[in-house]
């Protein structure tokens, strides 16, 4: 009989830390990461790159533009391509962080996400981690986390990830986008009735992955 797969699913609300600290669990148990945010990411890029304006843009466009779109496998993740190149710098890039919500709420397009992850998971142990992995993608996972912060303490991580100086003008503006993008995202970002919550506002990175890592070995017996 061949062995089912371990899943981790990592769920939380933007700049929860949800992509870095599932990458560290991954590297720590030896899992592959599987980053759900980088697809309708990458199907953001690709719909920019066939219309650059986001409100002429329809279900079926964003689904056509992101047909080139793969999940390919390395040493510690899988990483999306588009037309056969890694795209990790464009996917990061403001434009599409602007664009990627609108990309997120298409249901179809919420689908062929889902179905990809889904497939990654099938020959490999994964941490998996976005906004409805643990309700909907993996409703069977067999450990699902739902990561909170405060979203001044969100906004502040974003801006340190993007290198920049945090005045006290520059964290109050993105606060208020991390807010906005929360009611955004609202309907997605909901913990599982079976997910442990982890409140990370106090916590620091390596003290997170720490208390995923101890809960998944318990839980894989």
């Known amino acids: 009989m061949?062995?089912?797969?371990?899943?981790?699913?990592?769920d939380g609300p933007a700049a929860s830390g949800k992509s870095s600290t599932a990458q560290?669990?991954?590297?720590?148990?030896?899992?592959?990461h599987v980053d759900s945010g980088s697809l309708y990411r990458a199907a953001t890029a690709a719909m920019l790159r066939a219309e650059r304006d986001p409100s002429k843009w329809t279900e079926q466009g964003v689904l056509?533009?992101?047909?080139?779109?793969?999940?390919?496998?390395?040493?510690t993740s899988f990483y999306p391509v588009l037309e056969g190149r890694a795209i990790e710098d464009e996917i990061r890039g403001a434009e599409v962080t602007d664009s990627v919500s609108r990309v997120a709420r298409m249901p179809?397009?919420?689908?062929?996400?889902?179905?990809?992850?889904?497939?990654?998971?099938?020959?490999?142990d994964v941490v998996v981690d976005g906004r409805d992995m643990g309700t909907v993608v993996f409703p069977d996972a067999d450990l699902?986390?739902?990561?909170?912060?405060?979203?001044r303490e969100r906004a502040a991580r974003r801006l340190r990830q993007r290198g920049t100086p945090a005045s006290q003008q520059v964290l109050d503006d993105e606060t208020i986008r991390i807010n906005e993008r929360d009611a955004r995202d609202a309907l997605q970002t909901v913990p599982a009735?079976?997910?442990?919550?982890?409140?990370?506002?106090?916590?620091?990175?390596?003290e997170q992955v720490e208390q995923i890592v101890t809960l998944s070995k318990q839980r894989s017996g």
């Open 144 to 151: 699902k986390i739902f990561l909170v912060a405060d979203s």
């Open 2 to 10: 061949t062995r089912r797969t371990f899943v981790i699913a990592i």
């Open 64 to 75: 056509d533009a992101a047909r080139p779109v793969e999940l390919r496998a390395a040493r």
């Open 24 to 32: 560290i669990v991954a590297e720590r148990l030896g899992y592959l």
């Open 193 to 206: 009735r079976d997910a442990v919550i982890i409140d990370t506002t106090g916590l620091t990175q390596q």
């Open 108 to 124: 179809r397009v919420r689908e062929w996400v889902n179905e990809k992850v889904r497939d990654a998971a099938k020959s490999r």
